[in-house]
């Protein structure tokens, strides 16, 4: 043992050498690994080595320190895949918008139209990692998509008319005592030759002005007879 030991010959004094133990004329070798490290420990005479586990890299010859893949390597994941760093390893998770249907497959498209993300009153539109959401017309605001009043804009309808709203649309309606003559809501004028009989009105029309009998009377010689014997 006296081979790791230092020997001082004037005051016969022996000492151990690093990474020995013992009086200097008996020196053993100490087990450094015996001591708790991150590393796994590799003991040699005198001495040590330490050596980290897949996934980490040695610093400080004693300490290993996980390696993030997600930095250090190339495209670590597939596309459509993000890579997230864990202890020692990392793992390949699917973006949002994608899901793997089984176990070492690639990442697929979502069809979230398929699972009815959009409003009832809306159209749905699948793309790639995503969707869009359009209100149908007469509605607005693409997640709620709310009823337009179409009747707040008063210059929709014609005049002598009313605007009545409803889901989606609306509708005008002609007031009392008027008439529909090409979309629009007509009043009865005095301009017909001969006037008009009791049962009729007198209404303007492509041609000039035109008689038109009430409801349930039919033109009948210039004249308005009723259908039934009132």
Do not use: W
Not at 21 to 45: L, M, P, W, Y
Not at 91 to 115: F, H, I, S, W
């Amino acid at each position: 043992m006296l081979l790791y030991a230092v020997i001082i010959v004037r005051g016969r004094k022996c000492s151990c050498k690093v990474g020995f133990t013992g009086n200097g004329f008996a020196c053993q070798d100490i087990n450094e690994c015996t001591k708790e490290r991150t590393s796994s420990c590799v003991n040699t005479e005198g001495s040590f080595y330490c050596v980290c586990p897949s996934g980490f890299s040695l610093t400080n010859k004693t300490t290993c320190l996980d390696i993030n893949e997600c930095d250090k390597l190339e495209n670590p994941c597939s596309v459509n895949e993000e890579c997230k760093n864990t202890d020692g390893s990392f793992e390949c998770n699917c973006k949002t918008g994608y899901y793997r249907p089984a176990r070492d497959m690639n990442c697929l498209d979502v069809d979230e139209c398929q699972q009815k993300t959009c409003h009832v009153n809306a159209t749905c539109l699948n793309t790639i990692g995503s969707h869009t959401c359009t209100c149908n017309r007469g509605f607005e605001d693409g997640i709620m998509c709310e009823d337009v009043d179409e009747c707040i804009n008063n210059k929709l309808c014609p005049s002598f008319s009313v605007c009545v709203n409803s889901p989606g649309a609306f509708v005008c309606s002609c007031l009392n005592g008027t008439l529909v003559l090409n979309n629009t809501c007509i009043t009865p004028s005095q301009q017909c030759n001969p006037g008009c009989h009791l049962r009729g009105l007198c209404h303007p029309s492509p041609s000039g002005y035109q008689c038109v009998c009430d409801k349930g009377y039919v033109e009948h010689l210039n004249m308005s007879k009723p259908l039934n014997l009132c």
